[in-house]
């Protein structure tokens, strides 16, 4: 009989095999990129700038909320929500932040926006930095400002940047000219920018905190998935996936001139494996059930018995 705790274990090992298939476009593309650390020194030169274009993206993502939850009205909940996610980089609501570009102006510090989002590197890390400074303790302030007085940007600017948190309320500090420069803004391949997204998407999800990103040595050094007293066939199949896996990358290694072609197919293939392991999930989940409900109406009818 097909026990409630292998169905579990099976389940978690179908959400774990989504994640390594995932995770092999974020480790191809990302593993040698380096992890951006803000820079402290260059938040006064671009507070009131950040602090404004917080204000437009507070006042955007409410309305688009609103729209989208219509006719219903946006709860005074949602729009806490929102302001306590827009300056934290691991939230959706903070990828305008991956837009900015900061460029140096003469003695000052610039935001420009871009058409794409951009690698984050310390520029990012440090637009975040300033965002955080700025909203400080202030996002369920700003949020029943935002549910109450349904203000218009004009007037949200002026809450936030002056009266609220003084962002605003003096002119930038000169930049010095001995300034290092920041690093070039370098776009995300479409590729990179969806898959962030849908990891993104997956926090918060049941199972999803327990889940793991595995490295290519991770995949190639697994074994097996499964208990011992799991199905043969089940067993077999578990076996050869992370096997097949580490095929695909070993050649990666030796012909590097077709990697792509050959990860999309190791891709494909283990999609299928995964779709396999569905359907045989399915399958047992609907036994289990049937015979389940055959003891219960056994019982039942047993009981009935009984009374007469």
């Keep these: 009989m097909f026990s409630m705790e292998k169905l579990n274990k099976t389940v978690a090992l179908l959400l774990s095999l989504l994640v390594v298939i995932s995770s ?3 480790i191809s593309e990302c593993s040698k990129k380096p992890s951006g650390v803000a820079r402290k020194e260059d938040i006064p030169y671009i507070k009131c700038q950040v602090c404004e274009e917080l204000a437009y993206q507070l006042y955007q993502q409410v309305q688009a909320k609103q729209a989208e939850i219509s006719p219903k009205k946006i709860s005074e909940y949602q729009i806490i929500e929102i302001s306590e996610n827009v300056c934290n980089l ?7 932040i991956l837009k900015i570009d900061i460029v140096e102006e003469g003695d000052r510090l ?24 700025v909203m400080g303790y202030s996002d369920t302030d700003v949020a029943e400002y935002l549910y109450k007085n349904k203000p218009q940007v004009d007037s949200l600017v002026k809450f936030l940047c002056k009266d609220l948190t003084g962002a605003c309320s003096k ?61 043969e066939e089940d067993d077999e199949d578990e ?11 070993r050649e990666k290694e030796n012909k590097k001139d077709d990697w792509k072609r050959r990860i999309t197919k190791g891709i494909l293939n283990a999609g299928e494996t995964v779709k396999n ?17 055959a003891v219960l109406n056994k019982k039942n ?3 009935k018995k009984a009374e007469l």
């Design 24 to 26: 092999w476009i974020s």
């Design 90 to 96: 691991k939230k959706h609501e903070a990828d305008w």
């Design 110 to 133: 610039e935001l420009v926006e871009q058409d794409s989002e951009g690698q984050c590197n310390s520029e990012c890390k440090t637009i975040e930095r300033a965002c955080q400074e």
């Design 171 to 231: 002119k930038p500090p000169k930049v010095p000219e001995d300034r290092i420069p920041g690093e070039p803004f370098v776009p995300k391949s479409s590729k990179e920018a969806e898959m962030e997204k849908i990891l993104k998407s997956m926090e918060g999800m049941p199972g999803a905190p327990g889940m793991k990103m595995y490295s290519k040595e991770d995949l190639m050094n697994m074994k097996n998935f499964g208990d011992d007293d799991v199905d």
């Design 239 to 249: 076996a050869q996936f992370p096997s097949n896996l580490g095929k695909v990358l």
């Design 277 to 293: 392991h569905a359907n045989k999930v399915s399958h047992l989940i609907r036994k289990w059930w049937k015979a389940k409900k």
């Design 301 to 303: 009818s047993n009981a």
